[in-house]
């Protein structure tokens, strides 16, 4: 789960994680009254800064919300010094506006609520995240002195700069591996040690809250020599929310996609893609793998959709229900390996789901498992737009020449 940078520099303050202090605000009406709270914490320089689930704001566009064509302002994160009023002229332009940066695509985030925070002058911007490498099944601690630029592109220019710790599971975080990371980011003197402070706080952080990515960029060295982190990125995982109770206010359904919130609903797996072929699949490598020979087809998925083991008929008619949600759909292929549930069991589902939503469009579908000569049989007596298909590729080609 997703958080915004405000949260989640909430919960790292609990762990004495240092952090740019600031107000989230969701309406013009509270700016005043942030920027008086902060100057009451004896703070003169001011930052504004969008909060959307997505990176590259300080360089995205802001556009009208009610026409799209018109551009309200250069960049969703902009300092203002001590000057309020141009501050508080930015915030009222851009809340409620559209901010499209690399990460959103050209339709967007609508920004909903603004963080008015401390404005920092610093010698040095960094960069730390942490996260588990499922490949050696450990947490990573990646740390670079490429401070303020997108990991990506230091990884694909640069990627001797960025430094991988790894910690060992059964031990934890240790103070040396800490040491070995200021080293490795040519920290000295006071900042030397404040990072140590600094790491061992957000890696506990990370490991008490059930995180799966929580990545500060920049981190920053202030004047005095003091770490601080001027951005946070926190995602919660999902799986370990019923221990985390409190988080579950945190989630803000207007950054997620209509459609997979409406999946969730139903415990389905869903994500929305561009392209015009409905996938169903029942595993996450078997959907991969689908919309990966759809591809090699000549056609393009619009959505990733695991239906789970069981692949009833109720399950499948919710999943027809959101693919059919894409008016860009022109096409649907099933592809239910059935191992767990029985082939003939999901294809009279199949019919059931296809003729109670009356659906026009053509549906592949491809059944392999137990009973599957069974499956397609009941498949080719229903009298619907309902095309079998032998093998995935079989399936994919079908589907694709469906379209044409």
């Given at each position: 789960?997703?958080?915004?940078?405000?949260?989640?520099k909430?919960?790292?303050k609990?762990?004495?994680?240092t952090?740019?202090?600031?107000?989230?605000?969701?309406?013009?009406?509270?700016?005043?009254?942030?920027?008086?709270?902060?100057?009451?914490?004896?703070?003169?320089?001011?930052?504004?800064?969008?909060q959307?689930?997505?990176?590259?704001?300080?360089?995205?566009?802001?556009?009208?919300?009610?026409?799209?064509?018109?551009?309200?302002?250069?960049?969703?994160?902009?300092?203002?010094?001590?000057?309020?009023?141009?501050?508080?002229?930015?915030?009222?332009?851009?809340?409620?506006?559209?901010?499209?940066?690399?990460?959103?695509?050209?339709?967007?985030?609508?920004?909903?609520?603004l963080?008015?925070?401390?404005?920092?002058?610093?010698?040095?911007?960094?960069?730390?995240?942490?996260?588990?490498?499922?490949?050696?099944?450990?947490?990573?601690?990646?740390?670079?002195?490429?401070?303020?630029?997108?990991i990506?592109?230091?990884?694909?220019?640069?990627?001797?700069?960025?430094?991988?710790?790894?910690?060992?599971?059964?031990?934890?975080?240790?103070?040396?591996?800490?040491?070995?990371?200021?080293?490795?980011?040519?920290?000295?003197?006071?900042?030397?040690?404040?990072?140590?402070?600094?790491?061992?706080?957000?890696?506990?952080?990370?490991?008490?809250?059930?995180?799966?990515?929580?990545?500060?960029?920049?981190?920053?060295i202030?004047?005095?020599?003091?770490?601080?982190?001027?951005?946070?990125?926190?995602?919660?995982?999902?799986?370990?929310?019923?221990?985390?109770?409190?988080?579950?206010?945190?989630?803000?359904?207007?950054?997620?996609?209509?459609?997979?919130?409406?999946?969730?609903?139903?415990?389905?797996?869903y994500?929305?893609?561009?392209?015009?072929?409905?996938?169903?699949?029942?595993?996450?490598g078997?959907?991969?793998?689908?919309?990966?020979?759809?591809?090699?087809?000549?056609?393009?998925?619009?959505?990733?959709?695991?239906?789970?083991?069981?692949?009833?008929a109720?399950?499948?008619?919710?999943?027809?229900?959101?693919?059919?949600?894409?008016?860009?759909?022109?096409?649907?292929?099933?592809?239910?390996?059935?191992?767990?549930?029985?082939?003939?069991?999901?294809?009279?589902?199949?019919?059931?789901?296809?003729?109670?939503?009356?659906?026009?469009?053509?549906?592949?579908?491809?059944?392999?498992?137990?009973?599957?000569?069974?499956?397609?049989?009941?498949?080719?007596?229903?009298?619907?737009?309902?095309?079998?298909?032998?093998?995935?590729?079989?399936a994919?080609?079908?589907?694709?020449?469906?379209?044409?």
């Amino acid at each position: 789960m997703k958080i915004h940078e405000y949260q989640g520099k909430a919960i790292l303050k609990k762990y004495n994680v240092t952090v740019q202090d600031g107000i989230a605000i969701k309406s013009m009406d509270e700016f005043d009254s942030a920027v008086n709270s902060l100057r009451e914490r004896g703070i003169q320089q001011y930052v504004v800064k969008s909060q959307i689930h997505a990176g590259g704001r300080g360089k995205g566009k802001v556009y009208n919300k009610n026409n799209r064509d018109e551009l309200i302002a250069e960049g969703g994160v902009k300092f203002f010094g001590q000057d309020v009023e141009k501050a508080k002229e930015y915030a009222g332009k851009i809340l409620g506006n559209i901010l499209v940066t690399h990460q959103t695509g050209a339709e967007g985030k609508e920004v909903q609520t603004l963080f008015i925070t401390e404005g920092l002058d610093y010698k040095k911007e960094l960069y730390i995240s942490i996260l588990l490498d499922r490949s050696v099944s450990k947490n990573v601690i990646m740390a670079s002195t490429e401070g303020g630029v997108e990991i990506e592109k230091v990884a694909a220019e640069t990627p001797e700069k960025i430094v991988k710790c790894y910690v060992e599971p059964s031990i934890g975080l240790q103070s040396f591996q800490s040491r070995e990371i200021a080293f490795a980011l040519n920290l000295e003197g006071n900042a030397f040690k404040d990072f140590q402070k600094f790491l061992m706080n957000l890696y506990k952080a990370y490991e008490d809250t059930d995180a799966s990515l929580v990545e500060i960029n920049p981190l920053i060295i202030t004047n005095d020599d003091k770490i601080l982190a001027l951005d946070a990125k926190v995602n919660l995982d999902d799986n370990a929310l019923f221990k985390h109770k409190e988080f579950l206010e945190l989630r803000d359904l207007n950054e997620e996609d209509p459609l997979e919130i409406e999946a969730s609903k139903y415990d389905l797996n869903y994500i929305k893609l561009d392209g015009n072929v409905g996938c169903m699949v029942n595993g996450a490598g078997l959907a991969m793998a689908t919309m990966d020979i759809i591809k090699l087809a000549g056609g393009e998925p619009a959505n990733f959709l695991d239906v789970g083991g069981s692949a009833s008929a109720e399950t499948v008619e919710n999943g027809f229900k959101i693919i059919l949600s894409d008016k860009n759909v022109k096409a649907i292929l099933i592809n239910i390996f059935g191992g767990i549930v029985r082939c003939d069991r999901v294809a009279t589902g199949v019919v059931q789901a296809a003729s109670n939503l009356h659906i026009d469009l053509p549906v592949v579908v491809r059944l392999q498992g137990t009973n599957s000569e069974e499956a397609r049989k009941i498949l080719d007596d229903s009298g619907l737009n309902l095309i079998s298909a032998d093998t995935l590729a079989d399936a994919a080609e079908k589907v694709t020449k469906a379209i044409a």
